[in-house]
């Protein structure tokens, strides 16, 4: 199995920035891409930023040039870098992790809430 533990997220004005860290253990190696996606109530859950293994990344629209992803594979941790955040960005952010060997399974963490005022 595949444990997925987050950090950061909170309370931001708009314009400010928050960093957001996932850490997987259990057994890792089972696991290529690591991301993020967001939840709004109500709405299903998208895709923010996600990274493969070898460095492959994509990012949604909503977010290009305003997040960076980035990972340690030693770590086994996905970091997510917000900058310039808006108010539509705020969510329930969880981190996901894609298998290898289960076609589309992932593994997520607990969510974590990122809230921006305006």
């Known amino acids: 199995q595949v444990q997925l533990v987050e950090s950061g997220g909170g309370l931001v004005q708009a314009g400010g920035s928050l960093r957001l860290s996932c850490a997987a253990s259990?057994?890792?190696?089972?696991?290529?891409?690591m991301g993020w996606y967001r939840q709004v109530s109500g709405n299903q859950r998208e895709l923010v930023a996600s990274?493969?293994?070898?460095?492959?990344?994509n990012y949604a629209d909503s977010v290009k040039d305003r997040f960076t992803i980035s990972r340690d594979n030693a770590k086994n941790t996905v970091y997510l870098q917000m900058n310039s955040l808006k108010p539509e960005d705020t969510a329930v952010y969880y981190c996901?992790?894609?298998?290898?060997?289960?076609?589309?399974?992932?593994?997520w963490g607990q969510g974590t809430q990122v809230t921006v005022s305006s």
């Open positions: 996901g992790a894609r298998r290898i060997d289960i076609s589309n399974y992932f593994h």
């Open positions: 990274m493969s293994r070898g460095g492959t990344i």
């Open positions: 259990g057994s890792t190696y089972l696991i290529n891409v």
